[in-house]
């Protein structure tokens, strides 16, 4: 799906691979004859690796019972294996020299997307309906929020205009998608991406292990806890791995809230083509985007997401307890795709790019982040303290 | 960043276009597969 001689703009890895020096990588950017074997080389191992998680998942508790790591053994779920698997198969397949040839088949956005799909089966429609209402509260008065004071950050830091509008995309909305979006709305170049996505992607994961265990502490109630995590993380799979993390019903307002975050991505990407159309580049005859632009930049998988529950609301009203059964398969359907999504976060991590970037990025990133952290916990607390579905 | 690295380019159009057929083939795949098993085409067992 990705890979051309040009490469696509949701292939932030590559972006930065002339720079790097790593061989495997610089060898990817043109398709050659192998480009399909060494994908499907790929996918073997994105595959084997989930294969792998989802054995360790299953056992892992079994083999430890009545040994001292018992409770160790029990407490570990499938987002745990999936990205230390991931992140071990990244040190591997760089050592083979492999990395750069197969990285097409790393579709953590594809991936993600599907298993948030089949999430929403397993999500009753009223829960949806009573989330709604606080979880765009939030995510507007969160993207608003966030945006604002990265970009204005940024500022302070001399950072490029395009660059402070894809970092600010990133923190505030739904990481490495909405740095897509936004590279398009204002033309960025192909290494602010990069480098924005790496920065994404290398503090999602810390934040996957970190909010859930904070919002433990903080004893924050399923709710809260998943509006925060959902409000706070910026990259969709890595919501869905803490939310995993966090429980069940975290997981489904997490899974909201990040999913009301993704359908505003439309919106401030308008926005953002509209500022550097008419106020940043000033291009001469330039159109106001409108209402079909929208539509292009709306992320459609939410209507699948949406879809899903409607369609397994109205089952089980029909089918009643004999319905459980059908909707445990598509659980575990969407288990699978959520452990290819977070085998992909470990396989596309890579911290040399943050070098490239400098630091001051780096410093912006991480300062948008502690504010997310605050705000996002702030209004989580007050949004969706009495939430009941 | 080193001296032999290309002229930055932008994203094209296509790109975008391309990362949003990613959300269709995603929605059409998950309820593809949502169809099928109440359909009763995937039985429990096929999924491990």
């Known amino acids: 799906m990705a890979t051309d001689a040009t490469r696509t703009g949701d292939e932030p890895r590559t ?18 004859d192998l480009f399909w074997a060494w994908t499907l080389l790929g996918l073997v191992v994105v595959v084997g690796l989930a294969a792998l998680t989802r054995y360790l998942e299953q056992n892992v508790p079994d083999w430890a019972d009545g040994t001292a790591v018992e409770d160790i053994g029990a407490a570990v779920e499938y987002p745990v294996y999936a990205i230390l698997l991931g992140l071990l198969g990244n040190v591997a397949v760089t050592l083979l020299g492999w990395r750069g040839r197969i990285a097409a088949a790393f579709r953590t956005e594809f991936f993600i ?6 999430l929403g089966a397993s999500i009753n429609l009223a829960v949806i ?15 608003s929020g966030v945006f604002l004071f990265t970009w204005w ?14 970092l600010a995309s990133a923190v505030s909305i739904c990481g490495v998608s909405a740095a897509i979006a936004a590279a398009g709305a204002v033309r960025a170049r192909r290494e602010q991406l990069a480098y924005t996505a790496s920065l994404v992607i290398v503090f999602a994961l810390p934040s996957i292990f970190v909010l859930p265990w904070l919002a433990d502490v903080f004893g924050l109630s399923d709710a809260v806890a998943g509006a925060w995590i959902g409000g706070n993380i910026d990259t969709t799979a890595a919501v869905t791995a803490a939310g995993a993390l966090a429980g069940e019903e975290a997981l489904q307002i997490a899974s909201i809230v990040k999913v009301t975050q993704n359908a505003l991505m439309g919106v401030v990407a308008v926005a953002l083509t509209a500022y550097f159309t008419l106020r940043v580049e000033r291009r001469p005859g330039a159109a106001r985007p409108g209402l079909g632009e929208l539509w292009a930049r709306f992320p459609k998988f939410v209507l699948g997401f949406v879809a899903a529950s409607v369609i397994a609301t109205w089952y089980l009203d029909a089918t ?3 319905g459980k059964a059908a909707i445990a398969i598509v659980n575990d359907l969407r288990v699978w795709f959520l452990i290819l999504a977070f085998v992909s976060i470990g396989l596309e991590v890579r911290v040399s790019s943050l070098r490239e970037a400098g630091w001051r ?11 997310n952290l605050a705000l996002a916990l702030g209004l989580a607390s007050l949004l969706f303290r009495n939430f009941s579905a | ?47 491990p």
């Open chain 1, 361 to 371: 990025p780096v410093a912006v990133f991480a300062s948008a982040t502690v504010f």
């Open chain 1, 153 to 166: 950050l940024a500022g302070r830091l001399g950072l490029d205009d395009k660059l402070r509008a894809l």
């Open chain 1, 129 to 143: 309906a009573s989330a709604a209402g606080p979880a765009i509260a939030q995510a507007i008065l969160l993207i």
């Open chain 2, 1 to 47: 960043m080193t001296s032999d690295q290309p002229p930055p380019t932008p994203p094209t159009a296509g790109e975008s276009r391309l990362a949003f057929n990613e959300d269709w083939l995603a929605t059409i795949l998950g309820l593809a597969l949502l169809a099928l098993v109440l359909l009763g085409a995937i039985p429990a067992g096929l999924v």
């Open chain 1, 320 to 322: 009643g307890a004999d």
């Open chain 1, 113 to 118: 997307k599907t298993g948030l799909v089949l």
């Open chain 1, 15 to 32: 972006g930065d691979e002339s720079t790097t020096g790593d061989p495997a990588a610089s060898t990817t950017v043109a398709r050659d």
